[in-house]
Each structure stands twice: as C-alpha cells, then as structure tokens.
C-alpha cells in the first residue's frame, strides 16, 4: 500500500508535528487529518489531508479559514477543552459538521503537540448503528471518568498491575510538565528524583501487597525544576488483571519555602539577616559541653549608637547597623557565628579557641570596625566595647556563657569606650550577685513583700502633724534589710520600677481608708508618696485617681512627691504629666529642691503646690551655714508655695527653720518612721492628748 501524504508548504505547522502527520496518514487510506493551532484566542484549523478534504467536502483553502469549534457543533466551550487538551490525547465519538452543512458520526482523535499549542485531529466515520453505540457508551465512561479524576486538581496516577500506569490526569502531567503518553507504562518512574526512586519503590511494593502508604519525594519536572511531593499509594486490584495502585500527590514545595521562610525569620534578625537572639542561644546550646573549655564568646555595643540615631535619623542608624554586620562576617573565621543580640549588640561566638586567640579577633574586629564609613553626608568611625569570655568550668549552661560575656563588655564600657576587657571574676560575681537581687526584688513586688513605714510631717505653727510621708523598706529573708538606696535604682535599672511605684501607691491608699475606719477624725489628713522619674509618663495620672477610686479617698488625701532631677529630665513632658495630676485632685510637691539644675523661670511655670528643702541644706544650719535653707524657703514664698524642710535632727534646727518661714517639719528629731499600725497608735495618742 502507498500512501502519499500533501504536507503544508507554509510554516504555520512546526517541524515537530509532521512526522506524526505522516505516521498517522500512513495507517489507514481512509483516514482524516486536520492539524489545528492556537491562534490568539481560538484554536483554527490550519491544515488537511487529502481524505479529510475528501470526507468533509472543503477545500484546502476553504479549511483553514474555519475554526475548530464551527466542526463539532455539538461541543460546548467546555467539551472542547476536553478535546483539545494539552496533556494527552483525548478520544470523543460525536457528529462533525461537512461543509454541506451535514452531520457525520465520527470519532475524532485529538492528539497535543509537544508545546500543547497544536493538535493533530483523525476523523474516522463510524461504521454502524452497533458501533456507534458501543463507541456512545465508551465515551460516556470515559467523560465519567474524566471528570472525576483527569480534570481533578489532585495530581493521580492508576496502575491497574504492578509499576506500569494505565493512567496519569492532567494534574499530573501539568505537576511534571510532561504529556500522559510520556509518563505510561514505567516512564513516570523517570520523573521521580533518582535520589528518592528506591524509597518510592518500597512504597509501591508495600502498596501492591495491601497496603496503604505515602512517601515524601521529589519530582524533577521536564524543565529541571524539582518539586518536593508526599504521595500516597493505596491497593488497588482488578479481576483478570491483577494487583495495582492508585497514587494521590500532595506538591508541598511552597509549604516547605514558606515554612522555612517563617523559620528564618523567627530565628534572624530582618534588618541585618544575622542570627537572633533565639538562634545564638540554640547555637551556643547545641555546642556547649560544660567542664570542655571549647567555646569563647565576644559581646559587641556599638559606642555613640544612639548620637548616630539623635543626630543623623533612624535610617542612618539602621545603615550603620547593617555596615557593621557586614564587616563582623567579613573578619571572622570562617565557622564562627555572628548573631545579633538586639539594639545596637553583637555576639560572635568561636569554637576551639583560648583566650589570647579570642582576644586577638576582638582586636581583629575592633580595628575592622573603627574603618570609616560615610552616613548622611558625614564620615564616622564606629567604635565598640567588647568583652570577651572563655568558657571554663563555673560555666554550668550555655546561658551562663552569654552571660558572662555580657557582664565583661559592661565591664569595658565602664572602663572607657572603644576597650576590649575580658571578664573579670570579682565582677561577674558581683553582677550574678545583682542578678540574683533583681530577680528576689521582682518576687517581693509581687508578694507585696516590700512594706511601707509612715513618717509624720509637722506643721510649724502649732506642731500638729498634718500629713505622713510613704518610705518604702525591703526586709530580706537572708540579707536583712536592703536600703532603699539600693533596691530603688535597683528597680529603675530593672524595669521594675512602675511595679513598685503602683505598690506603694495602692498600699498607702490602703492605709490611709484603714486608718479612717480605725480613727476617724485622728487619722492622718493626707500621705505624701514619691514617684520615680520612670514613672512620670501619661499613665501616671490614671494610676492615681484608680487607686483613689478604689480605695474611697478623695484626691486630697494624696500629695505626689516629685523630685527636681526627674522633672528636669524633660521639662515639658513633666509639665503636661503634673498638670494632669493637677486636674485628678492631688497636690504636687517637688522633692530634694535644690540640689538638681532647676531653671527658675521654668519652676514659676510648673503646678506645684510645694518644695521640699533637702536634708543636706538643713544638715548645713549645724554648721551655721542656714544660706541656702533660707534661700530656698524665701523662693517658695515667693512664688506662693509652701515648704517642707527634711532631716530636723535637733530642737535647735526646727526653731531655727520655723524662724526662717519653713511650713511644714519632717525629720527623726521629731518623730521616726512607723509601721502603718504604730502610726495608727502613735496618731490616736496624739488626739487624746489635744482633747
């Protein structure tokens, strides 16, 4: 038999197409080949053999002129997708349209080039009324079948015996980007990462034998792209046939980049990509073996950081951080960590290194740092304080490690910006030693562990005790008392001054409604209490009109104790914060006058309702030196404040402060500090005696 085949002289059919026009003319002498293209948005015909002409009654030219659709009338927009798919050959019995205008039941084979943008389509008449319907009845099995699993978005494949597939939907083949008719038989097996192959053979020989199983693999798609999948295998068997499996695949590349992209960056820092905090401590963990020495730590703060912020803006400040970063990986060994610890601190972390090595790459690191480098128009050369730690064997954790190279830069910083110190012991006790007192301190605040005493206040016309002043004690179950001089900095440094501030607010309150009950008209008119100049803020106000509220006092009961340095700190967020005490009710007196930087044409501005003139000026009258307690006393009167002279030790010193026209006298030589119960009886005593 001789078959001669017209192929197209125009370059409308790529090269690739035409050998299996040729293959496909050859079969039978009675076949009908179009070959159909995507032009624009529609699939076009763009060429025929001779006995498709023959069979549909066009011409060549009048061919290519009709879209695919105009021969296959009884195919909605759908249905032709199906036909025309770009993943596999598709098979449809259904009538096409002559250029009669006539139906002919047909079948029609629609095969996908390899770009999946032409087609090349048999058309075969149907033979009989039997084999229309048998063809009828196989179509509809296989649209069934289509629907439910070639057009599903779970990539599927069948095997109906053994490792050969009888059947990939188009998921899968788009998942790979390969045609059904290249995965088949065993050519899927050549889309699986060699890598994974022998695991995902398991899997199939476990599923072949009953079993229910996945794996996780990858799939190497036809561009060389890889996939990462899970794919589940189930049994599957059929009569006559054998044992199979059906494989469902789960492509679960973009959850493991996303996954992984949260994981970096909970544990990197996102301006400078170093390590965080949370990694350097896994990091340091992961490698610490206590008693091993094998671990060295260098702790970097970056010296006139926030001058850099203040005088250039955040984002000069931010260049600067990310400049540094750079120049820490670019001068440590290759191996060593560098992580950011927050702010403006770095961590480099070594391993296998002593002490004088150590030393020397903070000398390394110090020198790399101090290059200049040019931030908003202006040349600067960072500076760090360093200190370094060697692990030894009074390091237990890892935790102690950072630590302790912690306290070494504070050390540094200490002593001069730009050093290098390495951790001196007696200091690393001493900084544990105020680890430990801060962590004691936190729970005694919130035990209410921390106590209040109640000294009176006088008045100096008739010596009447008008008022007490709230002083805060801590009693420590193993060191006794801690003064206040210590435990109150202490708070400040700690961040846990506003606890305290809001205990000793809250208790005095307390005190104050339990005494009315207890005394009555004998209790103590009002309670002066000191506020830390970390407290002055917009919360301040709410915090004492709460507690009033929640005590049944009204505003007049409370004096807020401010001293002169923490207003001084920032003027004008003072102002606004007393003002709005001002307008809760609550009288405003400032502490310790006289010995801060004060301007006094701001003073005449501030609300306040009086001074209080510091024990070291009163302390001076013993030495007949009554100048600036009278100089002090003069300016409150002149601007119509009152006064409260602290620290009267003597007979001598009231008399002479009451000349002087103090209003009011605080100190032991009048009355000592109390307990809230003592101060209960030492009032109630009082008033009996006036009676």
């Excluded at 912020?309 to 955040?314: A, E, I, M, P, R």
Aim: proline share 4%.
């Amino acid at each position: 038999m001789s078959v001669t085949v017209s192929v197209p002289d125009d370059d409308l059919v790529a090269p690739e197409i035409v050998s299996t026009i040729f293959y496909s003319a050859s079969v039978s002498d009675a076949l009908a080949i179009l070959v159909a293209e995507t032009v624009g948005s529609d699939q076009r015909l763009t060429w025929g053999n001779a006995g498709a002409l023959h069979l549909l009654g066009y011409g060549l030219a009048d061919l290519r002129s009709l879209p695919v659709k105009h021969l296959f009338p009884t195919l909605g927009a759908g249905e032709l997708k199906l036909l025309l798919r770009r993943e596999r050959s598709a098979r449809m019995t259904l009538p096409v349209r002559t250029a009669s205008g006539a139906s002919l039941d047909s079948t029609v084979l629609a095969t996908p080039s390899p770009g999946g943008r032409m087609w090349t389509i048999r058309i075969s008449a149907t033979a009989t009324e039997q084999d229309r319907a048998l063809r009828a009845t196989a179509d509809a099995h296989e649209r069934r079948f289509s629907a439910l699993t070639e057009r599903s978005p779970i990539p599927t494949l069948l095997s109906e015996q053994g490792m050969r597939l009888a059947h990939v939907n188009d998921a899968f083949c788009s998942l790979v980007g390969l045609r059904a008719e290249q995965l088949l038989g065993t050519g899927w097996i050549d889309a699986i990462h060699p890598d994974d192959l022998d695991p995902v053979i398991e899997q199939v020989s476990a599923a072949l034998d009953g079993g229910e199983v996945e794996t996780q693999a990858r799939l190497v798609r036809d561009d060389g792209t890889i996939r990462t999948t899970v794919i589940r295998f189930s049994h599957l068997f059929t009569p006559g046939v054998g044992a199979g499996f059906v494989g469902t695949i789960e492509d679960i590349t973009d959850r493991l980049a996303f996954e992984a992209k949260l994981a970096h960056q909970a544990n990197h820092d996102p301006l400078t990509g170093l390590p965080n905090r949370t990694l350097l401590s896994q990091y340091v963990s992961g490698r610490f073996v206590a008693g091993s020495g094998d671990l060295a730590c260098l702790f970097l703060d970056l010296d006139n950081f926030k001058v850099v912020n203040d005088s250039l803006g955040h984002t000069a400040g931010d260049e600067l951080l990310v400049e540094v970063a750079e120049r820490l990986r670019a001068t440590v060994r290759p191996g060593d960590l560098v992580a950011r610890f927050g702010g403006d601190e770095f961590v480099v972390v070594c391993e296998n290194v002593g002490e004088a090595d150590a030393v020397a790459l903070a000398e390394r690191v110090s020198v790399a740092l101090a290059r200049p480098m040019r931030l908003g128009g202006v040349d600067i050369r960072p500076y760090a304080s360093v200190g370094v730690t060697v692990q030894t064997d009074e390091h237990h954790v890892a935790e102690d490690l950072i630590r302790d190279c912690d306290i070494a830069m504070y050390q540094a910083k200490a002593g001069g910006k730009g050093r290098i110190t390495v951790l001196d012991q007696q200091a690393r006790a001493e900084a544990r030693d105020k680890l430990r007192l801060v962590a004691e301190l936190r729970d005694a605040i919130e035990r209410r562990e921390i106590t209040l005493l109640y000294q009176p206040i006088f008045d100096t016309r008739d010596r009447t005790a008008v008022a007490v002043e709230s002083l805060a004690r801590w009693q420590h179950a193993e060191r006794g008392a801690i003064s206040p001089t210590t435990f109150v900095p202490l708070a400040e440094e700690s961040g846990l001054i506003a606890g305290l501030g809001l205990l000793v607010l809250d208790e005095t309150c307390r005190q104050i409604a339990e005494w009315d009950q207890l005394l009555g008209d004998a209790a103590p008119p009002r309670a002066n209490v000191n506020v830390s100049a970390l407290q002055l803020d917009d919360n301040l106000p709410a915090q004492v009109a709460a507690a009033l509220r929640r005590h049944g006092l009204t505003p007049a009961r409370i004096s807020v104790e401010i001293t002169e340095s923490a207003l001084m700190k920032d003027p004008e967020s003072a102002r606004e914060v007393l003002e709005q005490l001002r307008e809760v009710g609550v009288e405003l007196a400032i502490d310790d006058f006289g010995t801060g930087y004060s301007s006094l044409a701001y003073l005449r501005h501030l609300p306040v309702d009086c001074l209080k003139v510091d024990r070291s000026f009163v302390a001076e009258m013993a030495d007949g030196h009554p100048e600036i307690a009278s100089a002090v006393i003069a300016l409150a009167h002149t601007l119509n404040l009152s006064t409260v002279a602290e620290g009267v030790e003597t007979v001598d010193q009231a008399v002479e402060l009451t000349r002087l026209g103090a209003n009011f006298l605080q100190g032991f030589g009048l009355a000592k500090p109390m307990t809230g119960g003592h101060a209960a009886a030492w009032f109630a005593a009082r008033a009996e005696a006036d009676r």
